[in-house]
């Protein structure tokens, strides 16, 4: 059966926000590496053109997953055994974003190394072609005159996170918008925002109500080479408790998307997960959803320990087998 234009044009979008994803994905490593050398993230480029990422645990498990395996070509067996011994290593599960679409032969061969649906991402996708650059002044000059929301009498203002000193607000108000909401360490969600104001090619933002910083966000820039494209992958931001609702996420994603027009991205996509309240400003921002992308893994087998003859799984002791 032929394919339509428009079935066409959305598996070419796809594949487009799919490399800027492996994009994303080694620039916030590039970052982790800079920022705590000691880390020594591990990013595995797949033959098929992907990539599977390994990061330490303080940087967030999010990072921790293979994408892209429907990229240059499609991916072999080896490319995922590779996959698996990279995770299986380091004693942690192998976990595989799959983009919709993907042939058969991928899931079955998935399926059959022992791979199990774990959950959904929703890809969100927005065109930056009806942008008008004068819906609001630059970033850079929103400090001194970029009013861009009113809530409840309230001046809500965007201002670029350029000073170091901004910078440590961008942090303490990403850790403080997220603290509690998957019961992640606030060290891991400093973490997180340093590498993120780490990362190369990557604006940060921060949100103000009268004199208060309620909240924060970041867009980074990722330049595709196969494509010649600039697409930019939007953070929708991190909103301080006590100022949620008040249209601090709106204000800092609409001056977002016109920086990410101003600085030359076709696109701009977010990640959300399923169930998630940012579906709903993603829509409201013109966003619509690309795709569900199902996220499929396999646990590490268990370790078996030489010495006393008892295997081991994520460090729980799970049965003798020295006199099997």
Request: proline share 6%; aromatic share 6%.
């Amino acid at each position: 059966m032929s394919t339509t234009p428009t079935a066409k044009r959305t598996q070419d979008l796809a594949r487009t926000i799919e490399q800027a994803e492996c994009a994303q994905l080694r620039q916030q490593m590039d970052a982790l590496a800079r920022l705590i050398p000691s880390a020594d993230p591990i990013v595995l480029d797949l033959q098929c053109g992907g990539v599977a990422v390994l990061a330490p645990t303080i940087a967030s498990p999010r990072f921790n997953y293979a994408t892209g395996l429907e990229g240059d070509s499609e991916p072999t067996e080896e490319s995922i055994r590779s996959i698996e011994a990279l995770y299986f290593a380091h004693n942690r599960p192998a976990i595989i974003r799959l983009q919709p679409g993907t042939s058969r032969w991928v899931f079955a061969a998935l399926q059959a190394r022992g791979f199990t649906l774990a959950a959904f991402v929703d890809v969100y996708v927005r065109s930056l072609s009806d942008i008008s650059l004068g819906e609001m002044p630059p970033s850079s000059a929103a400090a001194a005159a970029g009013v861009v929301g009113d809530s409840a009498n309230q001046i809500i203002r965007v201002t670029p996170a350029i000073t170091p000193e901004d910078r440590e607000r961008f942090i303490v108000a990403c850790a403080d918008g997220f603290e509690g909401g998957d019961g992640s360490s606030r060290e891991r969600y400093e973490t997180m925002a340093r590498i993120t104001a780490s990362a190369r090619k990557t604006q940060l933002y921060l949100v103000w109500i009268d004199d208060c910083v309620a909240g924060s966000g970041a867009v980074h820039y990722l330049d595709l080479p196969a494509t010649g494209e600039r697409v930019a992958y939007v953070e929708l931001g991190s909103i301080r408790p006590q100022f949620r609702s008040q249209g601090v996420a709106a204000a800092a994603a609409r001056a977002q998307l016109v920086d990410a027009k101003r600085e030359g991205a076709q696109w701009v996509y977010a990640i959300v997960k399923q169930g998630n309240k940012s579906a709903d400003l993603c829509r409201k921002l013109g966003f619509r959803l690309l795709h569900n992308k199902p996220i499929l893994k396999k646990q590490p087998p268990p370790r078996v320990d030489q010495e006393n003859g008892k295997a081991e799984l994520r460090g729980e002791k799970l049965a003798l087998i020295a006199d099997l």
